[in-house]
């Protein structure tokens, strides 16, 4: 069959289906009516006597029960009552839609003699659209599937459609039918989670007494709290809940006072936020990997090469991309917005970066001077031969005298005065030593000390930079790049002005920086005004997002409280992570960090995106477990993209 139903003929439909026992899909992308359409045939349905059973299938938005599962409910009195359930622990059906197929097999068994209708996730493109249209079918016994377009489309999936083994009918989507917004999406989840669990009481479970399946985080406190919970007796959901807290080896969570617990607890990626809504815990933070760099950052190489990912942070204020990847020499090159400028934090190999930028870069910091850390100097003393303003160095002590050592190593007789210039500053505990080289001259020249307080040794107008000493078997530094504000061009109103936008609007952004508020600035249209006039109308100003880089630490109290200060409500952290847990003990020889140790770090800082990086090439085959590890004890990690896509 392959029919043609309008909206307003919702009966012609409640025919087919009271003719006898159906079993009905309904497909479609989100917003376009599935749930409606669900209501409105069940209770035509039961008015002329049929009992009518729905399976709410998409667990990000269930048309009724509890968020996080595949849900069981029958018409009654108007609208739909709860029957069971089979608990997901995750709100995102195309990522666990085997689990969310093999609930909808369990629970499609129950309803017996009555009509069944299922309302699937809006989920109609690509594989995973393609493996839950035709897994569901099956697993539920689907006889008639109603495709739900707008006027004039062409059907979703129309081949996967044509090969069921169901009946497929059309129906137009009512022009009114719309998605709501994501924050309306997510207060109503919420909304129907917190009506569930309106009657619960606290609990306790023992991690030592329950076995842990799906993807649970490993020890962190913060990692569990909040987290959606469910308990199961062979594989049938008995209950959920929400983490409230862990004390010890002992979780605090929220039941229905009438539910029970068991020796099976499911936890996924469904959490409650910050801000008290439920919603899927940011293991990937898309808005770091969809970023592609700028064409004066990265040359023209692929995603993955020697030295693996290379994942990208991009704020307001700044650019910052692992050159080398995370198995390759450490160097972040961090790229300030609106200006031909840039940072370094350590100096790995420098191949990969444009020759031309190497004039641009005012500072580097480098974090100790292992090989793999310092070997780029070369590649910075080459390309700047030249260039007559200092290149600023940081480091710990003993790095002027390792920097004039790898000058000295070159004969310059035929540089002249044309040799690079350098200012080396070694922070010594509260101080900052500093000394002049130029290539090619002989001797460092002392430039005196410079008091450091709280740990700032760069301060400018618009970013300082502040550092903290590690230990590392040597002295090692990790650095902070905190823009004092990031300042967003409003541009829907620079429209309404009619105002185009152009460097005007560097300098505007300049002056707001240098506290010009009273200064006046000519616009594009021949009009003066006021900075502080501009900044109230053209610009949302908000705090500045801190990006942080520690590497070459070892795993020790100390280290672990300096760097959690540094880092705390950093926007991202680039945190070493050289070693799994089985290969703990080389990182205890080594002085290097473990993936639980760096995920753990970053969740105690409350950090918004973790990039971990320094990775132990003998994990080049199998990158994923270095990520998987630490995703077990940190929500926040970010997992740069393959070229595919793919896993």
């Not at 667990?59 to 709860?82: D, R, T």
């Not at 007559?388 to 002027?400: I, K, Q, S, V």
């Amino acid at each position: 069959m392959n029919q043609r139903i309008h909206t307003e003929h919702h009966e012609a439909l409640a025919k087919l289906l009271s003719a006898g026992e159906r079993r009905l899909m309904l497909f479609g992308p989100p917003g376009i009516g599935k749930t409606t359409l669900a209501a409105s045939l069940a209770d035509r349905l039961s008015k002329v006597g049929r009992e009518v059973h729905c399976l709410a299938a998409d667990p990000g938005m269930p048309a009724f029960g509890p968020p996080g599962a595949v849900n069981l409910g029958v018409w009654q009195q108007g609208e739909w009552k709860l029957e069971t359930y089979q608990a997901l622990c995750s709100l995102d059906a195309a990522r666990f839609r085997l689990p969310l197929i093999e609930a909808v097999g369990r629970l499609a068994r129950q309803p017996g003699q009555s009509t069944l209708l299922i309302d699937p996730p809006g989920v109609v493109r690509g594989v995973a659209g393609s493996e839950l249209l035709t897994s569901i079918v099956a697993a539920a016994g689907v006889d008639l599937v109603v495709v739900l377009v707008r006027e004039g489309q062409a059907l979703p999936l129309q081949q996967e459609l044509e090969a069921l083994g169901a009946d497929v009918v059309r129906i137009d989507a009512s022009p009114l039918a719309r998605r709501p917004g994501k924050n309306s999406r997510d207060r109503e989840r919420t909304r129907l989670w917190d009506s569930y669990l309106a009657n619960a009481t606290v609990r306790e479970v023992a991690l030592a007494r329950v076995n842990r399946l799906g993807t649970p985080p490993r020890k962190a406190p913060e990692a569990w709290t909040g987290k959606q919970v469910a308990f199961l007796i062979e594989g049938t959901s008995i209950s959920m809940g929400e983490i409230i807290g862990m004390e010890g080896n002992s979780l605090q969570l929220r039941l229905p006072a009438e539910q029970r617990l068991s020796s099976q607890m499911l936890v996924r990626d469904a959490v409650r936020d910050a801000s008290g809504l439920l919603v899927t815990s940011k293991r990937f933070a898309e808005s770091v990997v969809r970023y592609l760099p700028p064409s004066d950052l990265v040359p023209d190489y692929p995603q993955l090469q020697e030295g693996g990912f290379r994942p990208m942070v991009q704020t307001g204020s700044a650019s910052a991309v692992l050159m080398n990847g995370v198995f390759g020499d450490p160097q972040l090159h961090l790229r300030l917005a609106h200006q031909r400028r840039s940072l370094l934090f350590d100096l790995g190999d420098g191949a990969r970066l444009p020759g031309r930028v190497a004039h641009q870069v005012s500072d580097v910091f480098i974090s100790h001077s292992h090989m793999d850390h310092i070997c780029g100097f070369l590649w910075l003393l080459r390309s700047r031969i030249g260039e007559r303003e200092n290149c600023r160095l940081y480091g710990p002590p003993g790095l002027a005298e390792q920097i004039e050592h790898l000058i000295n190593g070159i004969h310059w007789d035929r540089i002249g005065d044309r040799g690079p210039r350098f200012e080396v500053s070694e922070l010594h505990a509260n101080h900052l030593r500093r000394f002049l080289l130029q290539a090619g001259k002989p001797g460092l020249k002392a430039r005196g000390m410079m008091p450091v307080e709280e740990g700032i040794v760069l301060d400018e107008d618009a970013f300082r930079v502040r550092a903290v000493a590690l230990d590392h078997g040597i002295p090692v530094i990790a650095y902070a790049f905190e823009p004092v504000l990031q300042i967003n061009i409003r541009k829907e109103r620079l429209h309404a002005r009619g105002l185009e936008a152009g460097p005007w609007l560097t300098e505007l952004k300049q002056r707001i920086l240098t506290r010009q508020m009273d200064s006046h600035l000519s616009l594009p249209d021949g009009q003066c005004e006021t900075v502080r006039r501009l900044a109230e109308e053209l610009t949302l100003i908000t705090p500045g997002s801190k990006i942080v880089y520690a590497t070459d630490l070892a795993d020790t109290t100390g280290n672990r409280d300096r760097l959690v200060a540094l880092a705390n409500g950093a926007h991202t952290l680039f945190c070493e992570s050289p070693f799994m847990q089985k290969d703990a003990s080389q990182a205890q020889r080594t002085g290097h960090l473990t993936t639980t140790a760096c995920a753990e770090i970053a969740t105690r800082a409350c950090v918004s995106h973790l990039i971990p990086f320094h990775f132990s090439r003998r994990y080049e085959d199998a990158p994923w477990q270095v990520y998987d590890e630490i995703a077990a004890d940190c929500s926040h990690l970010v997992i740069p993209s393959s070229p595919t896509g793919s896993r």
